[in-house]
DNA sequence: CCAATAAGTTTGATGCCTAAACTTATAGCG
DNA sequence: CGCTATAAGTTTAGGCATCAAACTTATTGG
């Protein structure tokens, strides 16, 4: 169904039918059937000029279905609960080192989460409508399998299952994804940014999320978006990986952190404090190690845009906090490299959803996946 | 309509119903329509073993609407006209060094050639249905406007528009688009490969194809697909462009004849020929030219494959005739780069279609666009 | 208070598709 | 040879989403 249309919220029948080019007889009914199945509700007469009657104004309820969102960060674990507005209602954080667990050990902390989660959605009166769950790797969009997460040293893992099997979620569906995936999404559903992006998050791993048309692109076994390891420099250091001159190895936090001089084994939000601190002193290691970083993120994303052609870059995670100390060296490369730069400029901008963008996509692409097909929705609430 | 039924050519109007999941009635009065329209006939019922009445097999109607394709090379021009089942029914090449030609002198060979084509069709007994122009360089897909061909030295052409304008197309849909993109088209529409690839032509320039789910991916704007331009060598020498490291200045024709030693100002075709020669032979610089091309090649492909979740990738253009001395290195690239290959090797492959696939495509395209919606050209040709 | 204007609903029609029954064509078997 | 099983393709009736147009309701401005 076109209920997409409803998240231009506050509109009267009228004006939808007007955007949408359905009539008015056909958004009528359909509205009714949304609100019949508690996904939209009815507002105060909208103020209009002019003469003529005055339209509904119409929302998505704010009581209607919730999106769960789940985080398996590298060192901390999160939930949101949003409401069909992308509102969220609910929130909890709980750092872990899920690099020293098992996989066993992680998911039954996942667990107890969600099912406090699940209990405090009862106790507010809202239904769950869907779950999405994000993770620092490789996940295979038919199954829902992790194939691997570097970061986090798990290979194989069926998360969707585990979870399935653990939490009693019965018939909740449950969408795993990449965490730079979902973190791309929330950057799109997020206010009234652009449709079209590469959201870059930088966070242990460095990880792209593209959004083409409003939609994600992901490739067909769901691995797209992997810029960690796209080579920069061929003569560079050696990396994790295997190879010579990663992105990730070459603009990653870690080198950030290593050639600024604050690397320790600090906690990851003192370390990122630290640097933040320094290049607000202007320290010159910092700000080199900085405009260093972001001269190879700029060669990296202008390839990613010549081969894509996307308009805009976003820079999310901790690039997002850096973004004054990147822009500069970033926009240089991407104006000298981008072909179609000369007529249309790439535009970069910064996230602001911070660290929270990742759990947030998740949540939103459970309650986006009843926005756009309501049917499943609407037949197991009757049930 | 569903039309792109049809091209599982051969099978019964059964068949064609249960790979769809629509009904046997639906598919009958579809097919009855395309029957009208002259878009399909009926063949001799085809055998079956077993009991029960044979199915009469459906074909594409080799005497339906053709495609002209046009490519406007960098020194040639080339057009072809195809049946809606891709067979190549009347070819035209001529070279032409396009470069010292003024963009109007240019287009006035093409109309020309156009008009011979259309009349070649017509002496058929043809319709036309539909025209493809492929051309080297940034064509914005909205407008059709060529804004920048490097290697023909041409700025904001607006090829659509001319061509309408000189040639009396009346009512012929006109489809401008970049030759990398048509090639890889070509290369979909050729045989079973596979729906997911990225396909690159190495010609003067080098550009890719990019294609998901058997369909194109072109960007917001049309300029998706440009990898000449990508880094490889921060270190690399200066390219045309003001860059340094290009893949187009480390991987392209030039610099593997440069290093080969063959480079001078012969003929295109004397050139290539002279370095399979000498490959053949095993001329060592030959060889080295060629094996670092292919290293370069793998390098920035990797690349594109880990960002887009690639499962094959085509050599087309000169870099098809390349294949054998090619492989190698750049199938190791790819192993070592892509995250992925490690589960699932990235496959290798070279094209069959030289270098007819950017015509053949820009034909192609003009009969896909009337089978993936025939309506307008039924109604046109009712007219 | 009435004309003008606009939102939203009702009603009947249309078009695409389906399910199910029906017709046609073929193989195998006694 | 004719009967039965099987499968292709057609006919028919009906479902369902959408639409156009008329109608009802609400509001402004003279």
Redesign the pocket.
């Known amino acids: 169904m076109?209920n997409a249309i409803a998240d231009l919220s506050g509109h009267?029948?009228?004006?939808i039918a007007a955007r949408t080019?359905?009539?008015?007889?056909?958004v009528?009914?359909?509205?009714?059937r949304m609100i019949g199945a508690n996904l939209v509700v009815e507002g105060a007469?909208a103020v209009r000029?002019?003469?003529?009657?005055?339209?509904?104004a119409l929302f998505l309820a704010p009581d209607g279905p919730h999106g769960l969102g789940v985080e398996i960060g590298v060192d901390y674990l999160a939930t949101c609960l949003i409401d069909l507005t992308g509102e969220v209602r609910a929130r909890w954080i709980q750092s872990a080192d899920n690099r020293v667990l098992s996989p066993a050990r992680v998911l039954s902390r996942v667990t107890k989460a969600v099912r406090t989660a699940l209990a405090e959605a009862d106790r507010m009166g809202v239904r769950v409508g869907g779950m999405g769950v994000a993770v620092p790797g490789l996940v295979e969009s038919a199954t829902g399998i992790l194939r691997v997460a570097p970061n986090l040293g798990w290979r194989e893992v069926d998360v969707r299952g585990e979870l399935r099997r653990r939490a009693d979620l019965d018939d909740i569906p449950v969408l795993v994804g990449n965490e730079a995936n979902f973190a791309a999404l929330a950057e799109l559903w997020q206010g009234t940014g652009p449709r079209d992006f590469v959201h870059v998050s930088g966070e242990i791993g460095i990880g792209a999320g593209i959004v083409v048309d409003g939609g994600l692109f992901e490739g067909v076994s769901g691995f797209g978006g992997e810029i960690g390891h796209v080579m920069v420099d061929p003569r560079g250091p050696e990396c994790a990986c295997g190879a010579r001159g990663c992105l990730e190895r070459l603009a990653g936090q870690e080198e950030i952190y290593r050639q600024a001089g604050v690397l320790d084994d600090r906690a990851p939000e003192e370390l990122i404090t630290d640097l933040l601190d320094r290049l607000a002193h202007r320290d010159r290691r910092s700000v080199a190690a900085t405009r260093s970083a972001a001269r190879w993120l700029g060669i990296a994303l202008s390839g990613v845009v010549n081969l894509l052609d996307l308009p805009t870059v976003v820079l999310g995670g901790t690039y997002a906090r850096l973004a004054p100390w990147l822009w500069e060296p970033l926009r240089d490369e991407l104006a000298q490299r981008v072909v179609s730069s000369t007529w249309s400029p790439v535009e970069v901008t910064a996230s602001t959803l911070g660290s929270e963008a990742a759990v947030r996509g998740a949540a939103g692409s459970a309650v986006r996946a009843i926005l756009a097909d309501p049917d499943p929705y609407v037949t197991a609430a009757l049930a």
């Open positions: 076109l009267s029948r009228a004006e080019g359905l009539t008015k007889a056909t009528s009914s359909l509205v009714d007469a000029t002019g003469p003529g009657r005055r339209g509904t």
